[in-house]
């Protein structure tokens, strides 16, 4: 797995303790410290799930997951901002990615306005509402084909169609679905990799060679 702090590859090694039961089913806490030795923190998730009975009450063995929750980071494996990324941009999608689990249509909110912001700058789009400015992006070819297509898939999971308000007032706060707002979060990350990330990391490739030379 990887740590939802840090996004390091750790080896799994949660203990468990047995919480109780409710109406839902029975319920258990899974938690370890994250070995990487720069992060060293602390990884908590809730879990609804059943335990093996034969193992003692002070050593509880899960059996089986039903669903889970990180209780500590409240989300997980939405990668954090990079540091090659612009402040003004930065500053919307760490209150989106920090609010998410609270309120998805704030954070959803948050997020499209941050996309419109990053294409309109970055990918030079006629200013217009959201779902045309994507529209532009995609008939536009200057960025790859995964990019293209996942952009593209905004339109489908926010259901522009039924909800056209959402295009024309980015930071309008209406009813999304979770995964609509955990998804704008790792678009935003993608395009935050091909505007910022790599063109640094070019340059620095660059300034290596003429340094060399």
């Not at 002070?58 to 990180?70: Q, S, V």
């Not at 419109?116 to 400015?133: F, M, S, T």
Request: charged share 25%; with cysteine; aromatic share 10%.
């Amino acid at each position: 797995m990887k740590c939802p702090h840090c996004f390091v590859e750790i080896h799994e090694d949660f203990q468990v303790q047995r919480l109780g039961n409710d109406s839902d089913g029975t319920w258990g806490m899974c938690y370890m410290i994250c070995p990487n030795k720069i992060c060293g923190k602390l990884i908590v998730k809730l879990v609804r799930c059943t335990f093996d009975e034969n193992s003692p009450y002070d050593a509880p063995r899960i059996k089986k997951i039903f669903e889970g929750y990180f209780v500590k980071p409240r989300f997980s494996s939405i990668p954090p901002v990079p540091e090659e990324v612009d402040l003004k941009f930065a500053k919307d999608y760490n209150e989106a990615y920090s609010i998410i689990s609270i309120s998805p249509q704030a954070s959803a909110a948050l997020s499209r306005r941050c996309l419109q912001n990053i294409l309109r700058e970055k990918a030079n789009v006629k200013h217009d509402n959201l779902y045309n400015e994507i529209q532009e992006v995609v008939n536009s070819k200057n960025v790859p084909s995964y990019l293209s297509e996942n952009i593209d898939k905004i339109r489908i999971i926010g259901n522009y169609a039924a909800h056209p308000q959402k295009s024309k007032t980015t930071g309008l706060i209406i009813e999304v679905e979770p995964s609509e707002a955990e998804y704008t979060l790792y678009l935003i990350n993608l395009l935050f990799d091909f505007y910022f990330v790599m063109p640094a990391k070019s340059l620095e490739i660059d300034n290596a060679l003429n340094e060399k030379k």
